[in-house]
């Protein structure tokens, strides 16, 4: 077993490590180039392709579900952990610099999920007697062609597996570990997302995103506006909080209270990294969800992938760290979650601060699971065909419960390499088929200027 462990440290350590996060930033380098910077030249049409169309009802078209059900799904399984306890590791171990560094993340990464979706919405196919059925698997088969079916295996196998582990056992620790200070036994949080979650993912991809469109945007508002106040109530402090995010990306950062310091290749890493991991822009899970929109175009849904990355990072995750950096508490020692708590509770007094955090990683776990576990049936089902959904769902309910009950480092840790080997084959595919995006990109965008 500790082979095992050992062996899986030295994977993630790569997969996780320096040259993966090259890899990523180069391949969101490469897309911002051949799309001429689509996320920032086109930023007013996404928002008003977005925001602008949230009440408006969609054309007909083929799909499963609107566009903004497809993105709250999406952004079910994206927005969690990482924009809480995430940013708060990237603050502890890389310090205020670190922030500058997500932020560069972020905005390359929208790029890269627009690739992603447009890819699995122009390649998506209809399952017999199942939903639309998109993402890399797909894509790197029907773009690709036969000889890199193998690509699309490994990425259907590492997902369907990663689901299990981060977006369902993990997650449902999560829940447990969050309502235990309330008195409520690590069985009995168990036995309510079983039934919870189960009612649910039985209706498939239209029940999922029913429940996403009421949870997910009450979850990041409730979240955004307690960050907000903080950010409201400490106003005069954040001249201070940007000095340090844009002084400290380029310079190292000393000891200060129970902060170690920090040198500037760990602002650099963890900003980066834990930008990727709350984002998941490269990754490929997002787009087997919105994959199922009701879009007359792949690059309009894409549109959406932008918007996804946008709210994540460049909201949420910003929150949390202007939060975190105004208040002083990245100075306190703590990391992760309890940092974020730390920040709350400093200005929300220490019940109100907690309960506010736990009610959100509460809520954002849940909906992770309900995400993630359409993410993993989907792989499934590209494997095992027939019948997969409904074993996989069945599956699914187990490990939810032992997730609830059990301790879980070396599975966080395996299914954490698991998340990040999903990238590599779905990396491969956005270059090769990069002539696709851009072809279609320049056919919408031509559209749009023709009508207008």
């Not at 320096?18 to 897309?31: E, Q, S, T």
């Not at 954040?238 to 950062?253: D, G």
Request: aromatic share 12%; proline share 3%; hydrophobic share 55%.
């Amino acid at each position: 077993m500790d082979f095992f462990s050992q062996l899986n440290t030295t994977i993630n350590n790569i997969v996780w490590g320096a040259p993966m996060i090259i890899v990523i930033i180069g391949v969101g380098i490469y897309v911002l180039i051949r799309t001429r910077f689509i996320q920032f030249a086109k930023f007013g049409l996404m928002c008003s392709e977005t925001m602008g169309k949230l009440f408006k009802k969609e054309k007909k078209a083929e799909g499963d579900v609107s566009p903004f059900k497809a993105l709250s799904v999406a952004m079910g399984g994206t927005v969690g952990v990482g924009n809480i306890a995430g940013v708060a590791t990237a603050i502890a171990l890389g310090g205020p610099g670190a922030i500058f560094w997500m932020w560069i993340s972020g905005l390359l990464g929208m790029g890269t999920k627009f690739a992603e979706v447009v890819l699995s919405v122009h390649y998506r196919k209809r399952e017999k007697g199942g939903p639309m059925v998109g993402g890399p698997m797909v894509y790197i088969k029907e773009g690709m062609g036969k000889n890199w079916t193998f690509l699309a295996v490994i990425f259907a196998m590492f997902g369907s597996l990663a689901a299990l582990g981060i977006g369902n056992m993990v997650q449902a620790n999560s829940v447990a570990d969050g309502l235990l200070p309330y008195g409520i036994p690590r069985l009995y949080s168990g036995l309510f997302l079983i039934i919870a979650v189960g009612l649910v993912t039985i209706g498939g991809i239209k029940r999922i995103a029913n429940v996403a469109i009421v949870t997910v945007p009450f979850m990041t508002i409730i979240y955004i506006l307690g960050a907000l106040f903080i950010i409201v109530t400490q106003i005069g402090r954040i001249p201070e909080a940007f000095s340090l995010i844009f002084r400290h990306a380029f310079t190292p950062i000393a000891a200060t209270g129970g902060f170690a310091g920090a040198a500037m290749r760990h602002a650099i890493r963890y900003g980066i990294a834990r930008g990727i991991f709350s984002n998941e822009a490269g990754l490929g899970s997002a787009p087997i969800a919105h994959a199922t929109a009701i879009t007359d175009h792949p690059a309009r849904q894409g549109l959406w992938g932008i918007f996804e990355v946008f709210v994540d990072t460049i909201i949420v995750c910003s929150a949390t760290a202007l939060a975190i950096i105004i208040t002083g508490a990245w100075t306190s020692g703590k990391s992760g979650a309890p940092l974020t708590m730390h920040a709350f509770q400093l200005i929300f007094g220490t019940r109100m601060g907690f309960s506010l955090v736990v009610l959100s990683m509460v809520l954002t776990a849940y909906d992770t699971i309900l995400a993630w576990c359409f993410y993993g049936e989907t792989c499934a089902a590209y494997l095992f065909k027939r019948g997969a959904r409904t074993v996989y769902r069945f599956i699914w309910l187990p490990f939810t419960m032992i997730g609830a009950l059990g301790k879980l480092d070396v599975i966080w840790s395996v299914a954490d390499t698991l998340n990040g080997l999903m990238a590599i084959p779905n990396l491969i595919a956005i270059v090769v088929l990069m002539g696709v995006v851009t072809t279609r990109t320049k056919e919408f965008l031509s559209r749009k200027i023709n009508r207008a």
